[in-house]
């Protein structure tokens, strides 16, 4: 059997942006940085291209992508904005936020993109690098996180690469994502706004701008909105163990702040997510450090509990997938 045609790595400059840009057009699948993670991009317009993405991850078919756009102006002509929606959408694009809204008469995000939904998904990033390249695509790009399903969201290139090298056309590398955990996504459907996904903007952030906090969950009516919401996700390959106060030897630690569990000089590896116990710093660092204690070869990672306010919402809510049972 031949070997498949090896990943191109472009540069972050003119040159990279176009062949990205042309790449995509053409159909193929382009991993691109976003502020929260590295996204696995196509033409949303083009089922076939959509269709190259699940194949490439391995995702079940029935899970709906998001679409990114370069302005507020191109995401707002593919769906219906109501009031909740638009000021979201004014507060927070460019930035880590997917609002889910009906599908715009004239939308063009494809069916498949959608997983059959009369909704999409759309976000503005806040990383110039990827606005650029969405401008100079022109159609909207469908993006879940470039790692194979299930498994922990690349926040770098080599990431990227170690999960899907050969299996796309191309990533365009413009270094760690600054944000680190996906995009807060939220639906606007019709009644009061439902946080589906935590994620970087914090649900403070959300209410302050709302006047309200958000619901919870991802039921509306009978229908669950989040089909790809699936318990197990993000998992590395080492069993996750969560508020851990105390080591057995040989396990990996995964530290938050100053706490220090007992028998932690029996750990095989350990990393703290911020020794100063900021959980921006602890978002941007989360999926990097399960890779490398993952890498230690431990079979069991135990968690030191991380505090849930702001950004810890989020960080908890990954953790958490990546303990559920498989
Ligand atoms: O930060 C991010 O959001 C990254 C970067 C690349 O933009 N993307 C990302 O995509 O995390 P993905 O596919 O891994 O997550 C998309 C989430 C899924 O949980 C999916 O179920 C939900 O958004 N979603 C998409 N369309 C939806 C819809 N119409 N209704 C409800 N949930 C939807
Ligand atoms: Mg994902």
Request: overall charge neutral; charged content about 20%.
């Given at each position: 059997s031949t070997a498949p045609p090896p990943t191109r790595r472009l540069s972050a400059d003119d040159a990279g942006l176009e062949q990205a840009a042309a790449l995509i057009a053409a159909g193929r699948l382009v991993a691109l940085p976003t502020e929260t993670v590295y996204g696995l991009g196509a033409?949303?317009?083009d089922p076939a291209a959509v269709a190259g993405i699940y194949a490439a991850k391995e995702r079940p078919s029935f899970n709906p992508l998001i679409a990114h756009l370069p302005t507020r102006a191109a995401a707002m002509a593919q769906g219906v904005f109501d009031a909740h929606a638009q000021k979201l959408a004014e507060h927070f694009w460019p930035g880590p936020l997917t609002l889910v809204v009906p599908v715009a008469?004239?939308?063009?995000?494809c069916d498949l993109a959608r997983a059959g939904l009369d909704s999409v998904a759309l976000r503005v990033p806040g990383h110039a690098l990827a606005r650029d390249l969405l401008a100079r695509v022109g159609r909207p790009v469908a993006a879940p996180s470039a790692n194979r399903s299930g498994r922990v969201s690349p926040t770098r290139a080599a990431h990227v690469l170690a999960d899907l090298d050969g299996r796309i056309a191309a990533i365009l590398d413009g270094g760690d994502c600054p944000v680190g955990v996906e995009s807060s996504v939220v639906a606007c459907l019709g009644g009061p706004p439902r946080l589906l996904r935590p994620g970087g903007v914090t649900r403070e952030a959300l209410a302050a701008v709302l006047g309200f906090p958000p619901e919870t969950g991802g039921e509306v009516g009978a229908r669950p909105v989040g089909p790809g919401l699936l318990a197990s996700h993000y998992a590395p390959r080492a069993g996750v163990r969560l508020d851990a106060t105390r080591i057995a030897p040989g396990e990996a630690v995964l530290l938050f702040g100053a706490f220090r569990p007992e028998g932690l000089a029996e750990a095989c590896a350990a990393e703290n997510l911020s020794e100063a116990g900021v959980a921006e710093e602890a978002a941007a660092r989360l999926f990097s450090a399960l890779r490398r204690l993952d890498a230690s070869g431990a079979s069991v990672i135990a968690v030191a509990p991380v505090p849930e306010a702001g950004l810890g919402e989020a960080i908890n809510d990954r953790l958490r997938r990546a303990a559920a049972p498989r």
């Amino acid at each position: 059997s031949t070997a498949p045609p090896p990943t191109r790595r472009l540069s972050a400059d003119d040159a990279g942006l176009e062949q990205a840009a042309a790449l995509i057009a053409a159909g193929r699948l382009v991993a691109l940085p976003t502020e929260t993670v590295y996204g696995l991009g196509a033409d949303a317009t083009d089922p076939a291209a959509v269709a190259g993405i699940y194949a490439a991850k391995e995702r079940p078919s029935f899970n709906p992508l998001i679409a990114h756009l370069p302005t507020r102006a191109a995401a707002m002509a593919q769906g219906v904005f109501d009031a909740h929606a638009q000021k979201l959408a004014e507060h927070f694009w460019p930035g880590p936020l997917t609002l889910v809204v009906p599908v715009a008469p004239g939308g063009t995000v494809c069916d498949l993109a959608r997983a059959g939904l009369d909704s999409v998904a759309l976000r503005v990033p806040g990383h110039a690098l990827a606005r650029d390249l969405l401008a100079r695509v022109g159609r909207p790009v469908a993006a879940p996180s470039a790692n194979r399903s299930g498994r922990v969201s690349p926040t770098r290139a080599a990431h990227v690469l170690a999960d899907l090298d050969g299996r796309i056309a191309a990533i365009l590398d413009g270094g760690d994502c600054p944000v680190g955990v996906e995009s807060s996504v939220v639906a606007c459907l019709g009644g009061p706004p439902r946080l589906l996904r935590p994620g970087g903007v914090t649900r403070e952030a959300l209410a302050a701008v709302l006047g309200f906090p958000p619901e919870t969950g991802g039921e509306v009516g009978a229908r669950p909105v989040g089909p790809g919401l699936l318990a197990s996700h993000y998992a590395p390959r080492a069993g996750v163990r969560l508020d851990a106060t105390r080591i057995a030897p040989g396990e990996a630690v995964l530290l938050f702040g100053a706490f220090r569990p007992e028998g932690l000089a029996e750990a095989c590896a350990a990393e703290n997510l911020s020794e100063a116990g900021v959980a921006e710093e602890a978002a941007a660092r989360l999926f990097s450090a399960l890779r490398r204690l993952d890498a230690s070869g431990a079979s069991v990672i135990a968690v030191a509990p991380v505090p849930e306010a702001g950004l810890g919402e989020a960080i908890n809510d990954r953790l958490r997938r990546a303990a559920a049972p498989r």
